[in-house]
């Protein structure tokens, strides 16, 4: 008689546990998905004459951010050359991150002289992917099929 009453106890047992389970509502998913602006208006970066802008949204709070900022800051092609590159602090710069809705950073746009945003990094890039990248964007085909599509 006893093992049946525990018997019954535990079966009662596992359907309350099953029950509630069933009625648990599943986490949310994770959002991931970080706004990219696709169109720059030229006016509010350095050069807006240069045939190429590279943005490089930052925050000095951020560690990731100085390393993609002293990696990105080497495709500058001077006063006069086709590649303006541009560190916007988030401080320093806020108003351009609130124009822009900028929720991330480090965040790199590769833009062209119309403003429409050709390429783009959230988080650490590497030099060579930033490179392949300005470098797709400027000259279509340029760069191998491996180098590509690093977002």
């Given at each position: ?17 099953a029950f509630v389970l ?15 602006p696709v169109q720059l ?51 320093a710069e806020a108003e ?56």
């Open positions: 008689m006893d093992r049946l009453l525990i018997a019954v106890v535990l079966v009662g047992v596992a359907v309350v546990v069933q009625r648990r509502k599943p986490a949310a998913p994770a959002d991931t998905k970080w706004n990219i208006d030229r006016r509010d970066f350095a050069r807006p004459d240069a045939p190429w802008l590279v943005a490089v949204f930052t925050s000095s709070t951020c560690d990731a951010c100085a390393g993609v900022w002293s990696r990105a800051m080497h495709l500058d092609s001077g006063p006069d050359g086709p590649v303006c590159v541009q560190e916007l602090e988030a401080v351009i991150h609130r124009r822009y809705g900028i929720d991330a950073v480090p965040l790199v746009l590769i833009a062209g002289d119309d403003g429409v945003v050709q390429r783009h990094f959230v988080g650490p890039v590497t030099a060579t992917d930033l490179w392949a990248a300005v470098a797709e964007a400027r000259e279509p085909g340029s760069t191998p099929g491996s180098c590509e599509n690093h977002d």
